[in-house]
């Protein structure tokens, strides 16, 4: 059985290595500061996917963004690691959503998309660490959602029905869902495979046409028109049949009000000895308030 | 998410020598396979595109998978078990990794589902992997024994085992005997020809690394009551077939992860690789070729381990008030680890640009006849490479052996404790001046091309390409180098005596390298001066004083002195 699969992932600001001039003096991410990375855990869901694709070849995989233009990356990192098909859904009207509408509007290109078995995503981006987008869309599809997936262990075609390992607090939990389905899936999963040569040497000028220089337009039209495969689908909201009041700024009840740097400070502090009988003591507390066990 | 390959910006200075669109055009045929293999490259530019980006994720996986891996392989080792090598958990990662990543086969045509690439961006790829981990090297970097299956094999096991190797199955040579170790005449190993015509090997090898995998060259005795190199054919053993077990594995001081094995063979089926007879002559000096440029690529990527381990070590730890890099004695130490580095690495690379020019012209010769002037720039380009490999080689492994010692020395008390990786690293270069040919092989192969004057006019052919001012006072420096290395040569020539030329051979390989890397140093840094100007000042003052100490050791050396450095009364049996 050949599986339709579709991994939704974002382009984010890479604050795993955040340096002094991360923020502006105003308060927001000072973009040009953090490179641009593909979120890490859309990338554990994007492993999920491939082996998928290897245990149920003839299976496709498509990739699915909602960003600027550039965020066509991550399609094409997707596309290097052994996804099919990519869709960079932009539009100037979809700035500024926030969680309600990043789902609608994803939610809008997989009805698009039409044909899917299976949505994988990142339990949640490391910009906004919400983990709602997912279980949001799979909400407005109306569709079984299991979170925190850390291993998809089986899948039975016939049945269609997947069990998925999650990860809970303090433990695991494996769970029985039916297909279709979306499922998050946390870093705990495993790390995606790296880029495959080949797949790099074919795919590295595929675009979607906004990202392509004026310049280079007509000579890129017509590679692309000779290979079809270095086409990513870009859609605007209008592809996507888009009710204007619910993407972007105007379908986000969200608003940020203020944006403070937090400064953590002890709130009281103890003194201690080197002595074992302090030591112990510490050691039994830590142990108590399950800090450590 | 570190990256070797992107974090030396000297890796990409090396890639993208002007001399690399000659071996682009070679090697790609005036584009040939652009329509036939959608990752084909369409032009020069697109081909170094393609290489430039492979590299960026052979970095990436060596910073974040075969680096990370690289202590607990050396802990956890592989293991024999039932005839079979368990690799070491690590291992299988890397393997894994490497495979999924497509780099097996790289330098195989498309045809067989390989890349395509020259040697120049492959063994760029070996440096990356062996500064990650020098063991998972060995293993990884074995795939170019296909490169002699490529050449000598016939067309039907080339279309069953090349593709087999692009897909990521292992591959060993296995040649060494307990007897039989520098000297591969004295191979032993028994191949039989069955009434069927079909070969089955008996016997065994010793000292084979990566012994279990799955297709191995093998060299032995075809010609019953011969006793020399001449009664020695090449087969191919496919482990499919069955026949050949792991005895062992040995205990060694280094490179843990990769299995050195002990193989016994029992009416091996194999099949004969090319000509009777022609398997050391004209198929294992092919293959140790190769092997050799693989061992330099390993000691580079050695000597950039060992710096990079001494320099964080040297910026972090403070004593007397101070981080230790700030004190002279240190800094010493670690400018001339990044001096060896860059020169050796500079050798390196122009050895492998030789090697591709020859090697694709030879490629090309199999589908069609070489121009005149083709056939001349291949033998030109040939005899390039022969000339230096086993300089870049050997000089290569004894630089990464005295960086890692200084590495080492840089990290104090601390570094002879086993929780840093310097000793690692330090146990992992010591085999790189033996295997493959020690230095002292290594000087025997070199030796001829210095009595002959080929050195000496490359480096004269060198002294003729321009610099940029500031570095002409080195050049002037290099040019005195070179003719003091031109007198020592003479003195040796002149004596007429075998054992003082044998004697005198290695310094006298040491004055060639030594301005053959001072030159190319000069011109690197002539290039890009924010790279190697450094390195050029270093190295090219440590080279002269090198050349100095062999010239005075040699002009004040005559035969009558031997005796006192004989062990035993008559030298030779």
């Not at chain 2, 005795?221 to 482990?239: A, V, W």
């Not at chain 2, 094995?261 to 050391?280: P, Q, S, T």
């Not at chain 2, 030796?447 to 002409?472: D, K, M």
């Amino acid at each position: 059985m050949a599986l339709n699969i579709i991994v939704l992932a974002k382009q984010v600001p890479d604050t795993r290595n955040v340096g002094p001039d991360a923020m502006t003096p105003e308060g927001t991410i000072n973009r040009a500061a953090l490179p641009a990375v593909f979120n890490p855990e859309d990338l554990n869901a994007l492993e999920q996917a491939l082996r998928l694709k290897d245990q149920f070849p003839g299976s496709t995989i498509s990739v699915v963004t909602m960003g600027l233009p550039k965020s066509a990356e991550v399609v094409r990192e997707s596309l290097f690691r052994g996804a099919d098909a990519g869709y960079v859904v932009t539009d100037r009207c979809l700035g500024g959503a926030d969680t309600l509408a990043t789902s609608y509007t994803l939610s809008q290109a997989i009805r698009k998309i039409g044909k899917f078995d299976i949505i994988l995503g990142g339990r949640q981006a490391i910009d906004g660490d919400t983990a709602q987008v997912g279980p949001q869309i799979a909400e407005k599809l109306g569709l079984t959602q299991v979170t925190y997936a850390e291993e998809i262990l089986s899948l039975d075609e016939k049945a269609r029905k997947v069990v998925i390992k999650r990860h809970i607090d303090g433990g695991v939990e494996t769970v029985e869902a039916p297909l279709p389905l979306v499922v998050t899936v946390n870093g705990s999963a495993a790390p995606c495979r790296p880029r495959n040569a080949k797949r790099v040497m074919k795919y590295k000028n595929a675009s979607v046409p906004a990202e392509r220089p004026a310049e280079k337009a007509e000579a890129m039209a017509a590679l692309v028109a000779a290979k079809p495969y270095l086409n990513i689908n870009q859609w605007g909201a209008a592809d996507i049949d888009a009710d204007l009041n619910q993407v972007g700024k105007a379908g986000s009840p969200t608003n940020v009000k203020e944006v403070k740097n937090i400064v953590f400070k002890a709130k009281e502090s103890r003194v201690m000895t080197g002595s074992d009988a302090d030591i112990e003591g510490l050691m039994v507390e830590l142990l108590n308030e399950k800090i450590i066990g | 998410m570190a990256n070797f390959y992107n974090e030396n910006p000297e890796l990409k200075y090396h890639l993208n020598n002007p001399m690399m669109q000659r071996i682009v055009e070679l090697k790609e045929r005036g584009f040939e396979d652009k329509d036939k293999y959608d990752e084909a490259p369409v032009d020069f530019e697109d081909a170094m595109d393609s290489y430039d980006r492979v590299l960026d994720i052979v970095g990436e996986i060596s910073a974040d998978i075969i680096g990370q891996n690289a202590a607990g392989v050396d802990e956890e080792g592989p293991h024999c078990e039932n005839g079979r090598v368990r690799y070491a958990s690590g291992t299988q990662k890397n393997v894994d990794a490497m495979v999924a990543a497509g780099m097996n086969g790289m330098t195989m045509p498309r045809k067989y589902n390989g890349l395509n690439f020259p040697m120049v961006p492959y063994v760029m790829a070996a440096e990356l992997v062996a500064t990650a981990d020098a063991g998972f090297s060995n293993i990884w970097s074995l795939q170019d024994c296909i490169e002699t299956l490529y050449e000598f094999a016939n067309d039907d096991q080339r279309s069953r085992f090349i593709p087999r190797v692009c897909a990521g199955e292992s591959m060993s040579m296995d040649l060494t005997e307990p007897d039989a170790g520098s000297d591969l005449q004295r191979v032993m190993l028994k191949a039989t020809q069955l009434e069927d015509g079909s070969w089955v090997l008996n016997g065994c090898k010793r000292f084979i690394t990566n012994g279990d995998a799955d297709i191995h060259l093998v060299l032995a005795r075809s010609e019953e009551g011969t006793k020399d190199g001449r009664g020695l054919s090449m087969f191919i053993y496919d482990k499919r077939q069955g026949g050949v077990d792991v005895r062992r594995i040995e205990n060694k001081l280094g490179i843990h992860g990769s299995p050195t094995c002990e193989l016994v063979y029992k009416n091996a089926k194999a099949e004969l690789c090319g000509d009777r007879k022609l398997g050391l002559i004209k198929y294992v000096m092919s293959l140790m070729n190769g092997a050799r440029l693989g061992i330099a690529a390993q000691s580079v990527g050695l000597s950039q381990a060992a710096y990079n381990e001494g320099l964080a070590y040297a910026k972090d730890r403070a004593q007397f008030g101070k981080t230790i890099i700030n004190f002279p004695a240190v800094y010493d130490m670690l400018a001339l680890m990044k001096a060896k580095l860059d020169a050796g690495r500079s050798l390196f690379y122009q050895c492998a640009r030789y090697v591709d020019v020859y090697k694709a012209l030879e490629d090309i010769e199999r589908s069609r006849k070489l121009t005149p002037e083709e056939r001349k720039e291949c033998k030109t380009f040939s005899k390039l490479a022969d000339a230096f490999t086993p300089l870049a080689k050997g000089m290569n492994s004894e630089y990464c052996n005295q960086n890692a010692y200084d590495c080492i020395q840089i990290h104090g008390g601390s570094g002879f404790m086993l929780e840093y990786a310097c000793q690692r690293i330090y146990r992992d270069a010591r085999i790189t001046s033996i295997y493959e040919g020690t230095t002292q092989l290594q000087t025997v192969a070199a030796i001829r091309y210095v009595t002959s004057g080929f050195y000496s006019n490359v480096l004269n052919e060198y002294l003729q390409e321009s610099v940029a001012p500031e570095f002409a006072g080195l050049k002037d420096r290099a040019k005195a180098m070179v003719e003091k290395y031109e007198q020592a040569v003479a003195k040796v020539n002149e004596a007429a005596n075998e054992e003082m030329h044998d004697f005198l051979a290695r310094r006298l390989y040491e004055m060639a390298a030594d301005c053959i890397m001072s030159l190319l140093i000069i011109k690197d840094a002539s290039n890009r001066p924010d790279l190697f100007a450094k390195s050029a000042n270093v190295y090219v003052r440590f080279a002269e004083s090198e050349i100095e100490k062999h010239f005075n050791y040699i002009s004040k050396f005559d035969a009558s002195l031997l005796p006192n450095f004989r062990q035993v009364e008559t030298a030779a049996e």
